[in-house]
């Protein structure tokens, strides 16, 4: 069973500057875990670590023989900055594995070194999925931003070509509680809101209303870049306003 979503991964060229932007400019606590992940997985490893929701992960690669340094320049090479996974956790990864498999998901082999299983993203509606050990990262307990104290990821936004379609995935797929499917007439999207036991939500998302400008920007991602995470919501105090800000690839919406 799954029972928590700890962390979304973003995958940074410039592991120095986006630990900087994150713990400077947003203020937020950052743990940077590189004098052991570099050594044991090829990789720079910092996580973002507010309170509330899931927490950020930066991921860079820094040896080139490892598979994870592999993993992520290739997706860099490909891809550029931007959102690399979404990080699930169960109690045994491997047995999870099993019952993933039964449910016709790509899992993949256990790739060398590493904590947990990979679903791949073709099983998933463009989303890599790893599944680690519960508590695979400890969590401070009380940690605040700086002002204005942004939150951790209240809401992973996945683009669909039909959300109804994917919420059968995560509902039935991962064995995650979904929401029934619902016009958001005022972005002009179907939405499914799908529940992990622990972290923020995710909304499925399929353009419904091509008049909503919301909508118009979750079709032009499909279309040049397929189905995937499209955004990470955060929540900030104070008066902020609604700001949609590209930060090292990925999208992040931040509202009061």
Same mark, same amino acid.
């Given at each position: 069973?799954?029972?928590? #979503?700890? %962390?979304?991964?973003?995958?940074?060229?410039?592991?120095?500057?986006?630990?900087?932007?994150?713990?400077?400019?947003?203020?937020?606590?950052? /743990?940077?875990?590189?004098?052991? /992940?570099? !050594?044991?997985?090829?990789?720079?490893?910092? #996580?973002?670590?507010?309170?509330?929701?899931?927490?950020?992960?930066? #991921?860079?690669?820094?040896?080139?023989?490892?598979?994870?340094?592999?993993?992520?320049?290739?997706?860099?090479? %490909?891809?550029?900055?931007? =959102?690399?996974?979404? #990080?699930?956790?169960?109690?045994?990864?491997?047995?999870?594995?099993?019952?993933?498999? +039964?449910?016709?998901?790509?899992?993949?082999?256990?790739?060398?070194?590493?904590?947990?299983?990979?679903?791949?993203? *073709?099983?998933?509606?463009?989303?890599?999925?790893?599944?680690?050990?519960?508590?695979?990262?400890?969590?401070?307990?009380?940690?605040?931003?700086?002002?204005?104290?942004? !939150?951790?990821?209240?809401?992973?936004?996945?683009?669909?070509?039909?959300?109804?379609?994917?919420?059968? /995935?995560?509902?039935?797929?991962? +064995?995650?509680?979904?929401?029934?499917? %619902?016009?958001?007439?005022?972005?002009?999207?179907?939405?499914?809101?799908?529940?992990?036991?622990?972290?923020?939500?995710?909304?499925?998302?399929?353009?419904? !209303?091509? *008049? %909503?400008?919301?909508?118009?920007?979750?079709?032009?991602?499909?279309?040049?870049?397929?189905?995937?995470?499209?955004?990470?919501?955060?929540?900030?105090?104070?008066?902020?306003?609604?700001?949609?800000?590209?930060?090292?690839?990925?999208?992040?919406? =931040?509202?009061?």
């Amino acid at each position: 069973m799954i029972t928590a #979503m700890p %962390r979304i991964a973003i995958a940074v060229h410039e592991f120095d500057s986006a630990v900087k932007v994150f713990r400077d400019e947003f203020g937020m606590p950052v /743990t940077d875990f590189s004098d052991q /992940t570099v !050594s044991a997985l090829g990789a720079h490893v910092a #996580m973002c670590q507010p309170s509330g929701g899931s927490n950020i992960e930066i #991921m860079a690669p820094a040896n080139p023989t490892k598979p994870l340094s592999q993993a992520l320049q290739k997706f860099l090479d %490909r891809r550029g900055d931007g =959102i690399y996974a979404l #990080m699930l956790e169960a109690a045994d990864p491997d047995a999870e594995a099993e019952v993933l498999l +039964g449910r016709n998901l790509k899992v993949l082999p256990k790739m060398l070194g590493a904590g947990g299983r990979d679903i791949h993203p *073709s099983s998933t509606h463009g989303v890599l999925i790893r599944v680690y050990p519960e508590n695979s990262v400890s969590q401070p307990n009380d940690l605040v931003s700086a002002p204005p104290n942004y !939150s951790g990821i209240n809401k992973v936004v996945i683009a669909t070509n039909d959300a109804s379609v994917a919420a059968n /995935t995560y509902s039935v797929g991962l +064995g995650l509680r979904a929401d029934k499917p %619902r016009l958001d007439a005022e972005r002009g999207l179907l939405s499914v809101f799908v529940h992990p036991p622990e972290g923020g939500v995710i909304d499925l998302v399929s353009p419904a !209303s091509l *008049s %909503r400008p919301i909508a118009q920007n979750v079709a032009k991602f499909l279309n040049t870049k397929g189905e995937g995470i499209y955004s990470l919501q955060l929540s900030a105090e104070g008066d902020v306003g609604e700001v949609d800000r590209l930060v090292f690839g990925a999208r992040l919406l =931040i509202t009061n």
